[in-house]
Nanobody, 115 residues
Framework: QVQVVESGGGLVQAGGSLTLSCAAS????????MGWYRQAPGKQREWVAT???????RYGDSVKGRFTISRDNAKNTVNLQMNSLKPEDTAVYYC?????????WGEGTLVTVSS
């Protein structure tokens, strides 16, 4: 079983920055991809960014150039650095960890961007 815990959400003004963190713990052989998703009120969950075990990154079009995903394999953590935040970035952000070919999700952390 793998536990996934996000942190770092909060309230920020438009144009500001915020860093989200996610830590995976428990019993597993290896972690492959780690990623971030978000869900705004009344909308479906949206993919934000992914980083593979080798460090390859991909971003959704809405965050490309503003967000940066990174990971620390030794600590089983993944961060999401969010810059130039916009009100439309307001959402609950979820971390997904692929460990031993299974998907594990955190409970989410709320990011609110005020205009």
């Amino acid at each position: 079983q793998v536990q996934v815990v996000e942190s770092g959400g909060g309230l920020v003004q438009a144009g500001g920055s915020l860093t989200l963190s996610c830590a995976a713990s428990g019993i597993f052989f290896s972690i492959d991809a780690m990623g971030w998703y978000r869900q705004a009120p009344g909308k479906q969950r949206e993919w934000v960014a992914t980083i593979t075990g080798s460090g390859r990154t991909r971003y959704g079009d809405s965050v490309k150039g503003r967000f940066t995903i990174s990971r620390d394999n030794a600590k089983n953590t993944v961060n999401l650095q969010m810059n130039s935040l916009k009100p439309e970035d307001t959402a609950v952000y979820y971390c997904k960890v692929v460990a031993d070919v299974l998907d594990y999700w955190g409970e989410g952390t709320l990011v609110t961007v005020s205009s």
